[in-house]
């Protein structure tokens, strides 16, 4: 069954300061708060085929969106066990998705984080009201594209909203005629692998001590999916 990586997020107008929680789907749940608060709104209210004749998607201004902070907060009942052998000859993994008992996550991050080359944030609008973003940066070093953030209205998942950003970020991978598209998740983080995988990413690469030196007992391994383009 394919999941969705469209974590429900909800901006508080300006001026105003605190937190929002918002439940997802399948024991999933996000939080956020924010530092500076821009001048937008979400609003949540079912949509018609008219309204999503204004569909678009446009780039966000760094000065009233940069330091925005997003608490990411959810629930994981499987992670992908992490299986290794190794011999003189041969190094051999695999990654096998397994149930568990329900057990919460959760992670920090900031849309323009200054650690980023020269990030850029996109927001996909329905009509002036904002449904999703997708934050990415280049990596020059190497020629690839890197997804930094992807995150969908709650109230608008499984509407192809997540979809229409990956395809966002290959059209920016194909201007700026970059090699691969990047992303960076974690083996417990089950929900959107699936989405990267629906959406024709595969595994690259893994790192079994990226977040502490227990992330293979904690089965929360840093994953490196990418798109070649």
């Known amino acids: 069954m ?7 997020f909800g901006l508080i107008p300006a001026g105003s300061a605190g937190w929002r929680f918002l439940p997802l789907f399948s024991g999933y749940f996000l939080f956020f708060s924010f530092q500076k608060a ?13 309204e999503r004749g204004f569909m678009h998607i446009s780039e966000l201004p760094r000065e009233q969106f940069e330091g925005f902070q997003i608490v990411f907060s959810y629930e994981s009942k499987a992670y992908y066990d992490l299986k290794m052998r190794s011999t003189q000859n041969v190094f051999a993994m695999e990654l096998v998705r397994t149930p568990c008992a329900p057990v919460h996550k959760e992670f920090v991050d900031h849309l323009f984080a200054p650690y980023w080359d020269d990030p850029h944030a996109y927001a996909l609008w329905d009509g002036r009201e904002m449904r999703a973003i997708l934050e990415v940066t280049p990596e020059n070093w190497n020629n690839r594209l890197r997804i930094t953030n992807i995150c969908v209205d ?15 970020a290959r059209e920016i991978a194909r201007a700026q005629h970059r090699r691969a598209i990047i992303l960076e998740t974690q083996s417990c983080n089950t929900a959107a692998i699936s989405f990267y ?6 595994l690259m690469g893994f790192n079994a001590c990226e977040y502490s030196n227990q992330d293979v007992e904690k089965h929360e391994i840093r994953l490196e999916m990418g798109l070649l383009m």
Do not use: C, H, V
């Open 38 to 50: 821009p001048e937008y709104a979400i609003l949540s209210y079912p949509i018609d085929a008219k």
């Open 2 to 8: 394919a999941y969705s990586f469209s974590f429900g």
């Open 197 to 202: 995988l629906s959406q024709g990413f595969t």
């Open 154 to 168: 709650e109230g608008f998942r499984r509407r192809g909203y997540g979809s229409l950003l990956m395809t966002k």
